[in-house]
């Protein structure tokens, strides 16, 4: 019997290696079903059209991305944990840079896709929450507008990061996230 | 006679266009020839290669964007000034949409393409430093941290914007930015 799950799980795994790589640009179901060394029908049969995959593609990652958190949101709420989750985010060694290459390329998907957008803004809704009990726990002053504040500060730093030296991405961020945690009184 | 830098320009315009439609994932040689109206070979004859053609395309739209900023630059430094500047890469209307959009797409490319880094990098440098100044000579304390802090955070805020409704981008923009200007006694 053929495990149809994990089939399109493999499919998937090869979509965002790609992603990773060169973002959308060579991105296609023929680029995908090479890469996963299935035939382009398989491919076509799990997920229909390009669109679709980009969608499923964004869903999976997501999910990968959760059960990294995971581990950390099991100890106990703390300056500590928070910033250690932030830094699950930025791109300090390869594996979350490919996980910022692959974000940054859904990001511009999802400007000009209704369906990601909604997925991007579902999960944005999950996050700010997330957050904003986090700082509420920690006795940080209104953690609604800090928790919107610092969701866009990780991305933008996220995004600079990138393009920067290993050195310089870490400079950047004890520069920039560190002084702005102390200053929130979570740091 | 032909004026080459006009040709040039105008097929730079179509790229731009498309990559503000939809990143780089249609963008190929012969879709800016069409977009164009020119043929494959012109655009051959003016950038070579694609990846040259995606960065002649980045100077383009940054020169293009430097434009927007000089009038504001022209006027006096003030905390109104600051504020107007920082409005001109918010998705607030659809012009700054498009260029935040072809914004995202060349971050994502630079991502892996080391002549775009360095292109990045050094826009990013004079960026931070013209902000230091505004910041240094409207009073706020450490510049320099600051100044890397608003950058990044309007990054990441024209970002999150770009999934949400022009109501909910100014409500984010009004909570997260203008608090943080008033806190830093530029608002």
């Given amino acids: 019997m ?15 290696r790609l992603i990773a790589a060169d973002g959308l640009a ?6 995908v079903a090479a890469e996963a060394g299935v035939s382009l029908a398989q491919v076509q049969y799990y997920f229909g059209t390009k669109d ?8 999976h990652a997501g999910a990968e991305f959760l059960s990294r958190l995971e581990p950390v949101l099991a100890g ?7 910033r250690e989750l932030i830094m699950l985010w930025l ?4 594996d979350r840079e490919r996980r910022v290459k692959v974000w940054l390329a859904f990001a511009g998907a999802a ?16 996050l700010l929450r997330w957050f904003e009990d986090e ?25 600079r990061c990138l393009v920067l030296t290993p050195r ?20």
């Avoid at 493999?10 to 979509?15: K, Q, S």
């Avoid at 679709?52 to 869903?59: Q, R, V």
């Avoid at 310089?168 to 996230?177: G, Y």
């Fill in 91 to 94: 791109p300090l060694d390869q």
């Fill in 135 to 159: 700082l509420a726990g920690l006795g940080v002053t209104d953690p609604a507008v800090q928790s919107a504040h610092l969701l866009a500060l990780i991305d933008g730093l996220a995004l």
């Fill in 111 to 126: 400007a000009s896709r209704p369906a990601l957008a909604e997925s991007s803004r579902r999960t944005d809704r999950e």
């Fill in 168 to 187: 310089a991405r870490s400079a950047l961020i004890k520069q920039v996230l560190d002084s702005h945690l102390e200053g929130l009184g979570a740091g």
């Fill in 2 to 16: 053929i495990d149809t799950r994990q089939r399109g799980a493999h499919i998937l795994d090869a979509a965002v």
């Fill in 76 to 82: 106990p709420s703390s300056p500590h944990r928070l």
């Fill in 26 to 31: 060579g991105l296609s179901i023929r680029t």
């Fill in 52 to 59: 679709a995959l980009i969608e499923a593609a964004f869903d």
